[in-house]
């Protein structure tokens, strides 16, 4: 289940770069998970977990991959209730 939640995670965090939205110079992958945990969204994953995961596949990325996908992450990470948090990186 885990697996299956950061896979949709991934692949709505990749969408939202492909239409460049956000922009800013934070959301670290500990910072996303973190969040991620505080709104229960983890499901038996740890911060560690989901950190370890992000950062691979943020290593899987082009330079210019990874700099649309921080944007995105900015912008998602800069809402501050969960509902949008989840929407935002389109796991809701």
Known sequence: MARTLWKVMAAGMLALCMTS???G???SGSDVCSKLQSCN???GTSVAQCTDSFNK???GLTSSERADM???LDQCMSLSDCANFASCLGIQ
Do not use: I
Request: glycine share 26%.
């Open 41 to 43: 969204f983890l499901a």
């Open 57 to 59: 596949e943020m290593a």
């Open 21 to 23: 939205c956000g922009s």
């Open 70 to 72: 921080q944007k995105a």
């Open 25 to 27: 110079g934070g959301g």
